[in-house]
């Protein structure tokens, strides 16, 4: 008895203690975290669509017809699932492939949950097979899905990004908007936010913005390269801080618009595209934006963004941190006006920003993006910024190369 007293000293019953409470306390955490932690899960379904007949305008995700057909299945799955008890789980669906069957369309669609990890992965693909197959049936909608063709698999999480991430125009998280701003002085970019915009760098410093259209391809204004088009002293930065970037590429070769010159100073064929000298690694942060189809047209005065590490206003100095700013399509023919540009906007541009002036892209944003999202909420390029008279000035606007325009001289150079 005495001997068994001396042995536990207080010291020894602190530890014990202390051991004892760090213990459950380490095993408490576990279990919330299991419990409370939420993991993304991606799924492939893939299923027949028997009242649409196959079109060849299904094979290019860029199509109208291929964004009305993905829009109307990402609505029904939408409603599927928003009905059901998986509801706060469901995140969002994107259609990555339309293919032809005797029977009609074959849809092959990603699905994003958010599950507690807790949950096995068997527990969670029947709740969504369940729900799929179940509410399939029940959702009301034009288009007639074969129930015996619906198929489920699991995706792993690097499977499920690279599907998404090799999608051009796609934002991994939702951005919510935070009212008006301008690239002066305006509202600076989150990672991710803008993951198709990349900056080229002359001896290292940043001279031009460009946009990422494949992973060895940028398209950017052909003015980037005045007087220097040697590729060795040229680099592409991605990701929205210059320094330190997400990655860093060497170019290959520039490819300026052959009827370009920097002698005329009218503007005109104001593109290029770049090749990297190896592949950039797609990211939910960086990959590409989608080019339109040269027959697209993009209504006036639709909301674009411009985006850039350029001057907050005229002759000032680039930012470390990558800006944004919502501006409107403006109609050439108000931009061709005397008091605006006087003519000197051609088929080949378009304006874009407000006549009341403020919000504008500025020196140091030239070459890179103006974009759009469409009904989708898929992203495109709709213009590269080229020029303009200063920055935000009142009815001097930005002018930008007209993407649709050159799509086809895009395609000849790069193949894409
Ligand atoms: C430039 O010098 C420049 N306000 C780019 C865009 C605009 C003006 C100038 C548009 O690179």
Known sequence: MDRAVRRLEPWKIAVIVVSVIVGLALIIGLITFLLCHDQDRYYNASFLITNVNYSPQYERQTTDEFRNLSEDIETMISEVFRGSFLSKRYLRSHVVSLSPDPGGVVASVVLVFKFPSADSEATTWGHVNRVLLRRLKA???????????VRLTELNKEK????????????????????????????????????????????????????????????????CFRGVRDPRRWTASFGILLRPPKQKKFVRRIIVHERYSDLLLDHEHDVAVVELASAIE??????????????????????????????????????????????????????????????????????????????DACQGDSGGPLVHANSRGIWYLVGIVSWGDECGKRNKPGVYT?????????????GI
């Not at 959702?139 to 063709?149: G, N």
């Not at 599907?163 to 951005?175: K, P, S, T, V």
């Not at 690239?183 to 198709?196: K, L, S």
């Open 402 to 414: 007209r993407v649709t325009y050159y799509r086809n001289w895009i395609h000849s150079k790069t």
């Open 139 to 149: 959702t009301s909608t034009y288009l007639d899905v074969d129930q015996s063709t």
């Open 160 to 223: 499920g990004d690279n599907l998404l991430n090799n999608c051009c125009g796609i934002r991994r998280q939702a951005f919510s908007f935070t009212g008006v701003e301008r690239i002066t002085g305006g509202q600076r970019a989150r990672e991710g936010e803008w993951p198709w915009q990349a900056s080229i760098q002359l001896d290292g410093t940043h001279r031009c913005g460009a946009s990422i259209i494949s992973n060895t391809w940028l398209v950017t204004a052909a003015h």
């Open 282 to 359: 797609f990211t939910s942060d960086v990959h590409s934006v989608c080019l339109p189809e040269a027959t697209h047209i993009f209504p006036d005065n639709i909301s674009c963004f411009v985006t850039g590490w350029g001057a907050l206003e005229n002759d000032g100095y680039s930012v470390n941190q990558l800006r944004q700013a919502e501006v409107r399509i403006i109609s050439t023919e108000i931009c061709n006006r005397r008091q605006v540009y006087g003519g000197a906007i051609t088929p080949g541009m378009l304006c874009a920003g407000y006549l009341e002036g403020q919000v």
